[in-house]
């Protein structure tokens, strides 16, 4: 008899020496029988996914997966990669496959082709998937030892499989699985059938290297989404379509903030109304500084060698730092302002009186990423961090923490973000330090949330190799995700860079250095921000807060002193006064998504008052100067973001 426990506690008992998880799911229910994709065995570290084919021998836990699941849904994404490698072998036999993983939010396949896949092919065998998908053909595993599973590649001339198979021990067996006429290596789990496969599009093809390295053949990669419902493969897909229109590459150049050039890679050259907009930025977040106990510091760029060694960021970085050499001596462009704030902290004796002792600095960095990781201003090699970090004792660290998130809620409220996730990424295997100091570290962070009010997820595994550390991830307006804060603590650097205190009692003591961000890195950022707000900047931001139009040649002067008064009261005014029809001015500057556009003829000039359109068409009417300069100022004051979405 085998005893089987359901994920509610309940057990089912099966008479025979073995039964799938198939059987086991037709024993709870038809609909679940129905629904199910697979099985997870046992729980925790030991659990793993298995077909729903797999034969139960033994008394074991078990989860039916379905769908639903993140494991159901991963599994979705799996076969239907394996589907689209069967749909390129009906359609193009010559075809190598290769491999085809499962990647956020849907699946590629790399494959060697004679020629380039077009986008008319890339319809072709979406077609043809949906035709194979309809016959409902069994997914069907079976096991082959190493040798024979070589040799079985090779006769059906797939020599990339073959090559794969070829690099595990000889001892080793390999699974294969097959649908209808297509049979590939992999470990699985997989789908019972094709006909579970329903919702899914390709999307994209691209080049990729055989394994990686740029001395072998390209391949072309075809990507592709699945979802487990009509429903949600729609929202996807609205979802990047939305994207697209938000993609702040492209609103950068529309709206002249920034470009990039290839004669420096993976930096940012900043337009005046690019960098008008970083200023805000910038100068938000020194008064946050100001505002809350910071001390603003500037560190230098270069930094020799053997500070890097001491941080261990020398073993273990150096590929990812730039360097140079004078006067036989080796330097590094920092990629973090972190050993530079010790220094400065160790300046002259600290007291605990003196703690905690709060640095800030808008630290530029620099590090040198893969020039196939690059993208736009998201992800560069040269940024600015607003960096900051609290030398503090033990008993400060959890009271700074429920500060830390409290200030941070607040800037991004003021930057129009609502929605924040939170998380505490716990010890890693590879780590320092006792268990007994990551229990306590651990709970200093997630007490400081709970005191701060926080709901908040664990993520296992993804603390530094030194401490834990609190992310937080902000929501945008269509629902990605981006992790941008963080508060993190650090006793490993004090240590070997050799900080120190006196303490109350007179002998000296090793502070804590915690690491904290909110924007992070200012230009990702920056991007965030346009992408956020599809590029209509709320008035505190927008680079141009207001534009101010004539009728005619006979309002210039009017429109100029306008311009001019509202400039004088701090607020970034321009004047459009070409000889074009005033419908053609105000069309053309809607789309430059100023927040504000003022339109004076002949009565406003009169009466000094103008005519007030907001972002989005919107018509406010016509009113004295003074009144819109006060509606403006409110709005600025507020950082109330009145028109987001417009």
Not at 280 to 291: N, S
Request: glycine share 8%.
């Amino acid at each position: 008899m085998i005893q089987i426990t359901l994920p509610d506690g309940s057990q089912r008992q099966f008479e025979q020496p073995g039964v799938t998880v198939g059987e086991v799911a037709a024993s709870i229910g038809a609909g679940l029988a129905k629904a199910a994709l697979g099985g997870k065995l046992g729980q925790g570290d030991a659990a793993r996914l298995v077909d729903t084919s797999y034969t139960i021998t033994t008394d074991t836990s078990l989860s039916i997966v379905t769908a639903k699941d993140v494991d159901g849904l991963d599994m979705l994404r799996h076969s239907t990669a394996h589907l689209m490698a069967y749909a390129v072998k009906e359609l193009f036999p010559d075809a190598q496959v290769t491999i085809g993983p499962v990647i956020e939010n849907g699946f590629y396949y790399d494959f060697s082709y004679k020629r380039p896949f077009t986008p008319e092919d890339l319809v072709a065998i979406e077609k043809k998937m949906g035709e194979l998908a309809a016959l409902d053909e069994p997914v069907v595993r079976r096991v082959l030892p190493r040798d024979e599973a070589v040799a079985y590649f090779k006769g059906i001339g797939e020599d990339y499989k073959a090559e794969i198979i070829a690099s595990i021990p000889v001892n080793e067996e390999v699974s294969l699985y097959r649908e209808g006429k297509f049979e590939d290596l992999c470990r699985g789990p997989h789908v019972p059938s094709t006909g579970k496969l329903k919702h899914f599009k390709l999307m994209k093809v691209a080049g990729a290297y055989w394994r990686g390295d740029h001395r072998n053949e390209m391949l072309q990669r075809i990507y592709g989404t699945a979802w487990a419902s009509k429903d949600e493969l729609q929202q996807y897909l609205h979802m990047l379509e939305e994207a697209e229109k938000r993609d702040h590459r492209k609103l950068g150049k529309e709206l002249d903030l920034f470009h990039i050039d290839e004669h420096s890679p993976g930096t940012v050259f900043w337009h005046p109304k690019g960098w008008t907009l970083w200023q805000e930025v910038e100068q938000y977040m020194r008064r946050v500084y100001r505002d809350n106990g910071y001390h603003e510091v500037k560190g230098p760029q270069l930094l020799d060698k053997t500070l890097w060694e001491k941080t261990g960021h020398w073993d273990k970085y150096r590929d990812n730092m730039f360097t140079t050499e004078s006067e036989k001596r080796d330097y590094a462009l920092k990629p973090m302002n972190c050993p530079g704030h010790i220094l400065i902290f160790k300046q002259g004796v600290k007291s605990y009186r003196d703690l905690p002792l709060r640095y800030g600095e808008f630290g530029a960095c620099h590090r040198n990423e893969p020039t196939g990781g690059l993208h736009g201003i998201m992800r560069v090699r040269a940024f600015t961090q607003d960096d900051g970090h609290i030398f503090c004792t033990e008993d400060q660290i959890k009271s700074e923490c429920v500060a830390f998130t409290t200030l941070l809620q607040k800037v991004y409220k003021d930057f129009g973000f609502d929605q924040i996730i939170y998380k505490v990424a716990t010890r890693p295997e590879k780590r320092i330090g006792t268990d007994e100091y990551w229990d306590k570290t651990e709970k200093m962070l997630m007490d400081s949330l709970r005191e701060s009010g926080c709901d908040f997820q664990i993520s296992e595994g993804d603390g530094a190799f030194y401490a834990p550390k609190i992310e937080y991830t902000l929501k945008d307006a269509i629902g990605r995700e981006w992790q941008v804060g963080t508060i993190q603590i650090d006793h490993n650097m004090p240590e070997r860079l050799d900080a120190e205190y006196v303490g109350e009692d007179g002998a000296r003591h090793r502070p804590v250095m915690l690491h904290r961000a909110i924007v992070g890195s200012m230009e990702r950022f920056i991007g965030i921000l346009i992408e956020e707000h599809a590029g209509a900047l709320p008035a505190w931001l927008a680079p141009e807060q207001v534009v101010v139009l004539n009728i005619t040649d006979a309002q210039a002067e009017y429109a100029q002193n306008v311009a001019q008064t509202l400039q004088n009261q701090g607020f970034r005014a321009i004047t459009d006064l070409a000889n074009d029809k005033i419908t053609y001015k105000i069309r053309s500057h809607a789309t430059r998504k100023l927040p504000y556009l003022l339109v004076v003829g002949d009565k406003e000039k009169d009466n000094g008052t103008v005519a007030v359109r907001a972002r989005g068409n919107q018509d406010l009417g016509v009113m004295p100067l003074q009144q819109f300069a006060e509606l403006l100022r409110k709005e600025v004051d507020t950082k109330s973001d009145v028109q987001k979405g417009a």
